[in-house]
Protein backbone atom coordinates (compact mmCIF):
# COMPACT_ATOMS: atom_id res chain seq x y z
CA UNK A 1 0.00 0.00 0.00
CA UNK A 2 0.88 3.44 -0.73
CA UNK A 3 1.39 6.20 1.46
CA UNK A 4 -0.51 9.68 1.48
CA UNK A 5 3.02 11.28 0.79
CA UNK A 6 4.09 8.67 -2.05
CA UNK A 7 0.90 9.12 -3.51
CA UNK A 8 1.16 13.03 -3.49
CA UNK A 9 4.59 12.94 -4.95
CA UNK A 10 3.24 11.31 -7.81
CA UNK A 11 0.62 13.26 -8.88
CA UNK A 12 3.55 16.31 -8.21
CA UNK A 13 5.46 14.36 -11.14
CA UNK A 14 2.56 13.72 -13.12
CA UNK A 15 1.69 17.38 -13.25
CA UNK A 16 5.59 18.26 -13.78
CA UNK A 17 5.41 15.79 -16.47
CA UNK A 18 2.55 17.66 -18.22
CA UNK A 19 4.00 21.00 -17.38
CA UNK A 20 7.05 19.77 -19.24
CA UNK A 21 5.39 18.42 -22.22
CA UNK A 22 3.04 21.69 -22.44
CA UNK A 23 6.13 23.88 -22.35
CA UNK A 24 8.28 22.09 -24.90
CA UNK A 25 4.96 22.30 -27.33
CA UNK A 26 4.27 25.73 -27.17
CA UNK A 27 7.66 27.42 -26.29
CA UNK A 28 10.76 25.19 -27.41
CA UNK A 29 9.44 23.48 -30.27
CA UNK A 30 6.16 24.72 -31.45
CA UNK A 31 3.21 21.86 -32.04
CA UNK A 32 -0.20 21.40 -33.55
CA UNK A 33 -2.90 20.70 -31.57
CA UNK A 34 -3.35 17.26 -32.80
CA UNK A 35 0.75 16.60 -32.56
CA UNK A 36 0.55 17.73 -28.70
CA UNK A 37 -2.92 15.93 -27.71
CA UNK A 38 -1.03 12.84 -29.20
CA UNK A 39 1.85 13.52 -27.01
CA UNK A 40 -0.19 13.81 -23.76
CA UNK A 41 -2.29 10.67 -24.79
CA UNK A 42 1.16 8.96 -24.90
CA UNK A 43 2.19 10.57 -21.34
CA UNK A 44 -1.25 9.40 -20.02
CA UNK A 45 -0.70 5.83 -21.19
CA UNK A 46 3.39 5.99 -19.76
CA UNK A 47 1.79 7.21 -15.87
CA UNK A 48 -1.24 4.61 -16.08
CA UNK A 49 1.05 1.74 -16.93
CA UNK A 50 3.64 2.45 -14.21
CA UNK A 51 1.91 4.16 -11.61
CA UNK A 52 -2.05 3.58 -12.14
CA UNK A 53 -5.72 5.11 -12.51
CA UNK A 54 -5.58 7.33 -9.73
CA UNK A 55 -2.43 9.39 -11.29
CA UNK A 56 -3.26 8.46 -14.78
CA UNK A 57 -6.32 10.31 -14.40
CA UNK A 58 -5.30 13.36 -12.60
CA UNK A 59 -2.49 13.42 -15.47
CA UNK A 60 -5.48 13.47 -17.53
CA UNK A 61 -7.05 16.36 -16.46
CA UNK A 62 -4.20 18.55 -16.32
CA UNK A 63 -3.49 17.41 -19.82
CA UNK A 64 -6.93 18.54 -20.89
CA UNK A 65 -6.78 21.64 -19.00
CA UNK A 66 -3.09 22.61 -20.98
CA UNK A 67 -4.55 21.38 -24.12
CA UNK A 68 -7.52 23.42 -24.03
CA UNK A 69 -6.03 26.85 -23.03
CA UNK A 70 -2.64 26.44 -24.79
CA UNK A 71 -3.49 24.78 -27.90
CA UNK A 72 -7.09 25.43 -28.84
CA UNK A 73 -8.19 28.60 -29.97
CA UNK A 74 -9.06 30.87 -28.69
CA UNK A 75 -5.71 30.61 -27.18
CA UNK A 76 -4.77 31.30 -23.90
CA UNK A 77 -8.99 30.78 -22.14
CA UNK A 78 -10.61 28.16 -20.92
CA UNK A 79 -13.62 26.86 -23.37
CA UNK A 80 -14.86 23.58 -21.92
CA UNK A 81 -17.98 24.14 -23.37
CA UNK A 82 -16.31 23.24 -27.26
CA UNK A 83 -17.02 19.77 -28.09
CA UNK A 84 -13.08 19.65 -28.75
CA UNK A 85 -12.81 20.03 -25.15
CA UNK A 86 -14.85 17.52 -24.24
CA UNK A 87 -13.86 14.81 -26.76
CA UNK A 88 -10.25 15.74 -25.59
CA UNK A 89 -11.08 15.06 -21.98
CA UNK A 90 -12.74 11.97 -22.61
CA UNK A 91 -10.06 10.38 -24.93
CA UNK A 92 -7.11 11.41 -21.55
CA UNK A 93 -9.99 9.75 -19.34
CA UNK A 94 -10.72 6.28 -21.56
CA UNK A 95 -6.91 6.21 -22.22
CA UNK A 96 -5.78 6.55 -18.20
CA UNK A 97 -8.61 3.91 -17.07
CA UNK A 98 -7.69 1.26 -19.90
CA UNK A 99 -4.08 1.91 -19.69
CA UNK A 100 -4.55 1.42 -15.75
CA UNK A 101 -6.75 -1.73 -15.98
CA UNK A 102 -4.79 -3.46 -18.52
CA UNK A 103 -1.62 -2.42 -16.59
CA UNK A 104 -3.00 -3.59 -12.97
CA UNK A 105 -3.76 -7.04 -15.00
CA UNK A 106 0.02 -7.35 -16.35
CA UNK A 107 1.05 -6.47 -12.91
CA UNK A 108 -0.90 -8.75 -11.30
CA UNK A 109 0.18 -11.81 -13.57
CA UNK A 110 3.65 -11.16 -13.20
CA UNK A 111 3.35 -11.31 -9.21
CA UNK A 112 0.99 -14.36 -9.87
CA UNK A 113 3.59 -15.51 -11.92
CA UNK A 114 6.73 -14.94 -9.43
CA UNK A 115 4.57 -16.40 -6.44
CA UNK A 116 4.05 -19.79 -8.56
CA UNK A 117 7.60 -19.84 -8.85
CA UNK A 118 8.55 -19.32 -5.83
CA UNK A 119 6.23 -21.56 -4.66
CA UNK A 120 7.66 -24.22 -7.32
CA UNK A 121 10.99 -23.59 -5.71
CA UNK A 122 10.12 -24.14 -2.38
CA UNK A 123 8.29 -27.45 -2.68
CA UNK A 124 11.46 -28.54 -5.06
CA UNK A 125 13.35 -27.73 -1.91
CA UNK A 126 10.90 -29.50 0.01
CA UNK A 127 11.38 -32.56 -1.73
CA UNK A 128 15.26 -32.61 -1.98
CA UNK A 129 15.06 -32.36 2.06
CA UNK A 130 13.28 -34.75 2.66
CA UNK A 131 15.17 -36.91 0.70
CA UNK A 132 18.43 -35.84 2.50
CA UNK A 133 16.66 -36.37 5.96
CA UNK A 134 19.20 -38.21 8.43
CA UNK A 135 18.11 -40.83 11.16
CA UNK A 136 19.79 -38.96 14.09
CA UNK A 137 16.24 -37.60 15.08
CA UNK A 138 12.74 -38.58 14.57
CA UNK A 139 11.90 -38.90 10.60
CA UNK A 140 8.45 -36.89 11.04
CA UNK A 141 10.08 -34.63 13.73
CA UNK A 142 12.56 -33.48 10.81
CA UNK A 143 10.40 -33.65 8.20
CA UNK A 144 8.17 -30.52 10.22
CA UNK A 145 10.88 -28.79 10.99
CA UNK A 146 12.70 -28.51 7.04
CA UNK A 147 8.57 -27.61 5.98
CA UNK A 148 8.41 -24.96 8.70
CA UNK A 149 12.18 -23.15 7.81
CA UNK A 150 11.54 -23.55 3.95
CA UNK A 151 7.88 -22.06 3.61
CA UNK A 152 9.17 -19.50 6.41
CA UNK A 153 5.69 -19.96 8.38
CA UNK A 154 5.04 -18.89 11.92
CA UNK A 155 4.36 -22.49 13.65
CA UNK A 156 3.60 -26.29 11.79
CA UNK A 157 2.62 -29.47 13.52
CA UNK A 158 1.93 -32.99 12.11
CA UNK A 159 0.05 -35.81 13.69
CA UNK A 160 0.86 -38.97 12.81
CA UNK A 161 -1.79 -41.22 12.70
CA UNK A 162 0.38 -44.41 13.10
CA UNK A 163 2.69 -43.52 16.02
CA UNK A 164 -0.68 -41.22 17.18
CA UNK A 165 2.84 -38.71 18.08
CA UNK A 166 2.34 -34.91 17.46
CA UNK A 167 5.48 -33.45 16.11
CA UNK A 168 5.45 -29.37 16.29
CA UNK A 169 8.18 -26.90 14.51
CA UNK A 170 8.40 -22.72 14.07
CA UNK A 171 9.20 -19.83 16.41
CA UNK A 172 6.29 -19.67 17.11
CA UNK A 173 3.44 -21.79 19.44
CA UNK A 174 0.32 -23.66 18.05
CA UNK A 175 -2.16 -24.23 20.50
CA UNK A 176 -5.52 -25.96 20.23
CA UNK A 177 -5.54 -27.65 17.26
CA UNK A 178 -4.69 -31.12 18.87
CA UNK A 179 -8.48 -32.23 17.92
CA UNK A 180 -9.04 -30.97 14.54
CA UNK A 181 -5.90 -32.86 13.78
CA UNK A 182 -7.15 -36.10 15.19
CA UNK A 183 -10.39 -35.42 13.14
CA UNK A 184 -8.43 -34.34 10.16
CA UNK A 185 -6.54 -37.64 10.12
CA UNK A 186 -9.15 -40.32 11.17
CA UNK A 187 -12.05 -38.26 8.79
CA UNK A 188 -10.28 -36.54 6.52
CA UNK A 189 -11.83 -33.37 7.21
CA UNK A 190 -10.09 -29.94 6.80
CA UNK A 191 -10.44 -26.46 8.17
CA UNK A 192 -8.81 -23.24 7.29
CA UNK A 193 -9.46 -19.83 8.14
CA UNK A 194 -7.56 -16.16 7.86
CA UNK A 195 -4.23 -17.82 10.32
CA UNK A 196 -4.58 -21.34 10.37
CA UNK A 197 -4.84 -23.59 7.99
CA UNK A 198 -5.64 -27.78 8.56
CA UNK A 199 -5.25 -30.85 6.37
CA UNK A 200 -5.46 -34.20 5.51
CA UNK A 201 -2.26 -36.29 4.93
CA UNK A 202 -3.28 -38.99 2.04
CA UNK A 203 -1.63 -42.23 1.07
CA UNK A 204 -4.07 -43.04 -1.72
CA UNK A 205 -7.20 -42.71 -0.49
CA UNK A 206 -6.74 -43.60 2.95
CA UNK A 207 -5.52 -40.71 5.34
CA UNK A 208 -2.29 -41.30 7.45
CA UNK A 209 -1.43 -37.99 8.92
CA UNK A 210 -3.10 -35.05 9.61
CA UNK A 211 -0.99 -31.25 9.11
CA UNK A 212 -1.77 -27.81 11.01
CA UNK A 213 0.41 -24.62 9.19
CA UNK A 214 -0.13 -20.97 11.11
CA UNK A 215 0.65 -18.50 8.59
CA UNK A 216 1.82 -15.04 9.06
CA UNK A 217 2.52 -11.63 7.67
CA UNK A 218 4.97 -12.70 5.18
CA UNK A 219 3.33 -15.56 4.42
CA UNK A 220 -0.88 -14.84 4.01
CA UNK A 221 -2.03 -17.47 2.42
CA UNK A 222 -1.15 -20.99 1.26
CA UNK A 223 -2.60 -21.73 -2.53
CA UNK A 224 -4.70 -25.03 -2.62
CA UNK A 225 -2.73 -26.53 -5.37
CA UNK A 226 0.62 -25.56 -2.80
CA UNK A 227 -1.22 -26.98 0.20
CA UNK A 228 -1.71 -30.24 -1.76
CA UNK A 229 1.70 -30.66 -2.74
CA UNK A 230 3.08 -30.13 0.67
CA UNK A 231 0.58 -32.51 1.94
CA UNK A 232 1.60 -34.97 -1.11
CA UNK A 233 5.35 -34.91 -0.54
CA UNK A 234 4.86 -35.61 3.52
CA UNK A 235 2.90 -38.72 2.58
CA UNK A 236 5.63 -39.67 0.50
CA UNK A 237 8.12 -39.06 3.19
CA UNK A 238 6.27 -40.63 5.45
CA UNK A 239 5.74 -43.48 3.47
CA UNK A 240 9.83 -43.70 2.97
CA UNK A 241 10.75 -43.50 6.86
CA UNK A 242 8.01 -46.53 7.23
CA UNK A 243 9.60 -48.49 4.52
CA UNK A 244 13.08 -47.73 5.62
CA UNK A 245 12.09 -48.99 9.22
CA UNK A 246 10.78 -51.93 7.35
CA UNK A 247 14.01 -52.15 5.87
CA UNK A 248 16.14 -51.71 9.26
CA UNK A 249 13.62 -54.65 10.84
CA UNK A 250 14.09 -57.16 8.01
CA UNK A 251 18.39 -56.56 8.45
CA UNK A 252 18.10 -57.13 12.04
CA UNK A 253 16.07 -59.97 11.66
CA UNK A 254 18.71 -61.09 9.00
CA UNK A 255 21.52 -60.42 11.00
CA UNK A 256 19.83 -62.48 14.10
CA UNK A 257 19.37 -65.27 12.08
CA UNK A 258 22.82 -65.04 10.47
CA UNK A 259 24.49 -64.71 14.05
CA UNK A 260 22.20 -67.76 15.29
CA UNK A 261 23.76 -69.74 12.17
CA UNK A 262 27.21 -68.69 12.25
CA UNK A 263 27.55 -69.14 16.22
CA UNK A 264 25.61 -72.81 15.75
CA UNK A 265 28.41 -73.89 13.31
CA UNK A 266 30.97 -72.64 15.64
CA UNK A 267 30.07 -74.38 18.29
CA UNK A 268 29.53 -77.69 16.79
CA UNK A 269 33.19 -76.92 15.96
CA UNK A 270 34.54 -76.03 18.65
CA UNK A 271 32.91 -78.74 20.99
CA UNK A 272 33.43 -81.44 18.59
CA UNK A 273 37.10 -81.90 19.73
CA UNK A 274 36.74 -82.48 23.59
CA UNK A 275 33.49 -83.94 23.43
CA UNK A 276 35.06 -87.02 20.97
CA UNK A 277 38.02 -87.03 23.55
CA UNK A 278 35.49 -87.52 26.34
CA UNK A 279 33.59 -90.15 24.51
CA UNK A 280 36.43 -91.68 23.38
CA UNK A 281 37.69 -92.06 27.35
CA UNK A 282 34.27 -92.89 28.49
CA UNK A 283 34.30 -95.80 26.02
CA UNK A 284 37.28 -97.04 26.92
CA UNK A 285 36.49 -97.73 30.88
CA UNK A 286 33.44 -99.15 29.80
CA UNK A 287 35.03 -101.27 27.18
CA UNK A 288 37.35 -102.81 29.11
CA UNK A 289 36.46 -103.07 32.61
CA UNK A 290 39.64 -104.94 33.68
CA UNK A 291 42.05 -101.73 33.43
CA UNK A 292 44.67 -101.27 36.11
CA UNK A 293 43.74 -98.54 38.33
CA UNK A 294 46.40 -96.21 37.48
CA UNK A 295 44.78 -97.01 33.41
CA UNK A 296 41.37 -95.82 34.79
CA UNK A 297 42.45 -93.12 36.64
CA UNK A 298 44.18 -91.59 33.74
CA UNK A 299 41.28 -92.13 31.31
CA UNK A 300 39.09 -90.59 34.28
CA UNK A 301 41.42 -87.36 34.69
CA UNK A 302 41.31 -86.88 30.72
CA UNK A 303 37.74 -87.50 30.68
CA UNK A 304 37.31 -84.30 33.53
CA UNK A 305 39.44 -82.16 31.75
CA UNK A 306 37.95 -82.07 28.66
CA UNK A 307 34.62 -82.15 30.24
CA UNK A 308 35.80 -78.82 31.89
CA UNK A 309 37.07 -77.78 28.64
CA UNK A 310 34.28 -78.44 27.17
CA UNK A 311 32.01 -76.33 29.86
CA UNK A 312 34.14 -73.24 29.45
CA UNK A 313 33.10 -73.50 25.44
CA UNK A 314 29.77 -73.63 26.59
CA UNK A 315 30.42 -70.41 28.57
CA UNK A 316 32.12 -68.50 26.21
CA UNK A 317 29.31 -69.52 23.73
CA UNK A 318 27.01 -68.09 25.50
CA UNK A 319 29.37 -65.07 26.35
CA UNK A 320 29.82 -63.69 23.15
CA UNK A 321 25.84 -64.57 22.67
CA UNK A 322 24.91 -62.22 25.46
CA UNK A 323 28.24 -59.90 24.26
CA UNK A 324 27.05 -59.26 20.59
CA UNK A 325 25.91 -55.76 21.78
CA UNK A 326 26.77 -52.41 21.96
CA UNK A 327 25.55 -52.05 25.41
CA UNK A 328 28.65 -54.15 27.58
CA UNK A 329 28.62 -53.80 31.20
CA UNK A 330 31.54 -54.25 32.83
CA UNK A 331 31.97 -54.66 36.61
CA UNK A 332 36.32 -53.74 37.02
CA UNK A 333 38.64 -55.00 39.58
CA UNK A 334 42.87 -54.40 40.02
CA UNK A 335 44.51 -56.96 37.95
CA UNK A 336 47.73 -57.97 36.43
CA UNK A 337 46.97 -58.29 32.89
CA UNK A 338 50.32 -60.59 32.40
CA UNK A 339 48.60 -63.35 34.87
CA UNK A 340 45.52 -62.86 32.81
CA UNK A 341 47.27 -64.03 29.33
CA UNK A 342 49.20 -67.01 31.41
CA UNK A 343 45.30 -67.83 32.28
CA UNK A 344 44.14 -67.68 28.80
CA UNK A 345 47.08 -69.91 27.83
CA UNK A 346 46.82 -72.63 30.33
CA UNK A 347 43.02 -73.18 29.50
CA UNK A 348 43.79 -73.39 25.74
CA UNK A 349 46.94 -75.78 26.44
CA UNK A 350 44.54 -78.68 24.26
CA UNK A 351 43.97 -76.07 21.41
CA UNK A 352 47.65 -74.75 21.39
CA UNK A 353 48.58 -78.23 21.34
CA UNK A 354 52.70 -77.97 20.65
CA UNK A 355 52.37 -74.78 18.64
CA UNK A 356 55.58 -72.50 20.12
CA UNK A 357 53.22 -69.75 21.77
CA UNK A 358 55.80 -67.38 23.52
CA UNK A 359 54.77 -65.00 26.03
CA UNK A 360 56.85 -61.57 26.04
CA UNK A 361 56.88 -59.26 29.15
CA UNK A 362 59.24 -55.94 28.84
CA UNK A 363 58.50 -55.19 32.22
CA UNK A 364 56.12 -55.95 34.99
CA UNK A 365 52.79 -54.17 34.15
CA UNK A 366 50.88 -52.17 36.75
CA UNK A 367 47.69 -52.94 37.92
CA UNK A 368 45.10 -52.59 35.66
CA UNK A 369 41.07 -51.65 36.68
CA UNK A 370 39.21 -54.40 34.66
CA UNK A 371 36.73 -56.71 34.27
CA UNK A 372 38.98 -60.08 34.79
CA UNK A 373 36.17 -62.37 33.00
CA UNK A 374 35.92 -59.96 29.99
CA UNK A 375 39.48 -59.21 29.29
CA UNK A 376 40.05 -63.37 29.41
CA UNK A 377 37.55 -63.81 26.59
CA UNK A 378 38.92 -61.20 24.71
CA UNK A 379 42.62 -62.26 24.94
CA UNK A 380 40.89 -65.81 23.92
CA UNK A 381 39.44 -64.85 21.06
CA UNK A 382 42.97 -62.91 19.83
CA UNK A 383 45.06 -65.73 20.72
CA UNK A 384 42.30 -68.65 19.10
CA UNK A 385 42.56 -66.38 15.94
CA UNK A 386 46.30 -66.12 15.52
CA UNK A 387 46.14 -69.98 15.90
CA UNK A 388 43.27 -70.55 13.54
CA UNK A 389 45.28 -67.76 10.85
CA UNK A 390 48.31 -69.09 10.65
CA UNK A 391 50.52 -72.13 9.84
CA UNK A 392 51.12 -74.99 12.12
CA UNK A 393 54.42 -74.63 11.96
CA UNK A 394 54.80 -71.22 12.94
CA UNK A 395 55.33 -69.30 16.67
CA UNK A 396 52.60 -67.02 17.96
CA UNK A 397 54.40 -64.35 20.05
CA UNK A 398 52.41 -62.32 23.09
CA UNK A 399 54.24 -59.19 23.93
CA UNK A 400 53.08 -57.37 27.16
CA UNK A 401 54.59 -53.77 27.10
CA UNK A 402 53.70 -50.60 29.08
CA UNK A 403 52.62 -47.54 27.57
CA UNK A 404 49.74 -45.14 27.88
CA UNK A 405 48.22 -47.86 29.26
CA UNK A 406 48.56 -51.67 29.05
CA UNK A 407 48.78 -53.30 25.69
CA UNK A 408 48.85 -56.63 24.70
CA UNK A 409 50.42 -57.42 21.06
CA UNK A 410 49.69 -60.93 19.80
CA UNK A 411 51.16 -61.58 16.43
CA UNK A 412 51.02 -64.54 13.87
CA UNK A 413 53.07 -65.38 11.17
CA UNK A 414 50.11 -66.01 8.64
CA UNK A 415 49.42 -65.04 5.26
CA UNK A 416 48.17 -61.62 6.61
CA UNK A 417 45.03 -59.68 5.87
CA UNK A 418 44.74 -57.33 2.52
CA UNK A 419 44.72 -53.68 3.00
CA UNK A 420 41.01 -53.33 1.84
CA UNK A 421 39.70 -55.55 3.95
CA UNK A 422 41.34 -54.16 7.65
CA UNK A 423 39.01 -51.69 8.29
CA UNK A 424 36.14 -54.09 8.07
CA UNK A 425 37.20 -57.31 9.90
CA UNK A 426 35.96 -55.64 13.40
CA UNK A 427 32.50 -55.88 11.76
CA UNK A 428 29.72 -57.76 13.55
CA UNK A 429 29.99 -61.05 11.65
CA UNK A 430 32.13 -60.09 8.78
CA UNK A 431 34.63 -62.95 7.66
CA UNK A 432 36.84 -62.26 4.55
CA UNK A 433 36.07 -64.19 1.50
CA UNK A 434 39.42 -65.70 0.95
CA UNK A 435 38.75 -67.85 4.76
CA UNK A 436 35.19 -68.38 4.66
CA UNK A 437 35.51 -72.10 2.90
CA UNK A 438 39.17 -72.92 4.51
CA UNK A 439 38.65 -72.24 8.55
CA UNK A 440 35.12 -72.19 10.36
CA UNK A 441 33.99 -69.15 12.33
CA UNK A 442 30.80 -66.98 13.65
CA UNK A 443 32.75 -63.42 12.78
CA UNK A 444 31.86 -62.62 15.85
CA UNK A 445 35.45 -62.90 17.42
CA UNK A 446 37.23 -59.85 16.40
CA UNK A 447 33.82 -57.82 17.02
CA UNK A 448 32.63 -58.51 20.54
CA UNK A 449 36.82 -58.14 21.50
CA UNK A 450 36.84 -54.73 19.97
CA UNK A 451 33.65 -53.18 21.83
CA UNK A 452 35.46 -55.13 25.41
CA UNK A 453 38.49 -53.35 24.81
CA UNK A 454 36.30 -49.78 24.21
CA UNK A 455 34.34 -50.85 27.55
CA UNK A 456 37.42 -50.50 28.99
CA UNK A 457 37.77 -47.34 27.63
CA UNK A 458 41.05 -48.47 25.50
CA UNK A 459 41.09 -50.37 21.67
CA UNK A 460 41.85 -53.09 19.72
CA UNK A 461 43.46 -52.39 16.44
CA UNK A 462 45.33 -54.46 13.39
CA UNK A 463 48.55 -53.92 11.84
CA UNK A 464 49.14 -57.01 8.91
CA UNK A 465 51.50 -57.18 5.99
CA UNK A 466 51.99 -60.63 3.99
CA UNK A 467 53.51 -63.23 6.52
CA UNK A 468 52.99 -61.01 9.66
CA UNK A 469 49.26 -59.93 11.56
CA UNK A 470 49.49 -57.98 15.00
CA UNK A 471 46.85 -57.27 16.63
CA UNK A 472 46.95 -54.68 20.09
CA UNK A 473 44.86 -54.82 22.70
CA UNK A 474 44.81 -51.58 24.87
CA UNK A 475 43.77 -50.86 28.03
CA UNK A 476 44.24 -47.58 29.92
CA UNK A 477 45.40 -47.57 33.42
CA UNK A 478 43.70 -44.77 34.27
CA UNK A 479 40.51 -44.86 31.94
CA UNK A 480 36.95 -43.68 32.92
CA UNK A 481 35.47 -47.55 32.47
CA UNK A 482 31.76 -47.40 31.15
CA UNK A 483 29.40 -48.69 28.71
CA UNK A 484 30.24 -49.29 25.30
Not at 83 to 109: D, E, G, H, V, Y
Not at 349 to 370: G, K, L, M, S, T
Request: glycine residues 6%; aromatic residues 6%; charged residues 20%.
Amino acid sequence: MLTIGQIGLRLLLSFGGVALLTWIGSRLVPLNATTIGFAYLLLVLVIATFWGFIEAAFASIAATAAFNFFFLPPVGRFTIADPQNWMALFSFLTTALLASRLSAKAKLRALDAVSRQRDLERLYTFSRAILLIDSAEPFAKQLVQKLAEIFEISAAVLYDRRSEEFYRAGPADFEGADGQLRDAAMQGTSFSDSKRVVTTVRLGAEPIAALALQLNDRVAQVPDAVLQGIANLVAIGLERARAQDLASQIEAARHSEKFRTSLLDAMAHEFKTPLTTVLAATTALLGNPDQTPEAKAELAKIADEEAKHLNELIDDAVEMARLDTANIQVETEPANVEEIVREVCASMRNRIDDRPVNIICDQRPPPVAVDRRLVRLAIKQLLDNALKYSRPDTAVTIRIHNGDGVTVEITDHGEGIPVAEQSRIFERLYRSPSVKKQTLGSGLGLSIAQNIARAHGGDLTVASQPGETTFSLILPVDQKVGRN
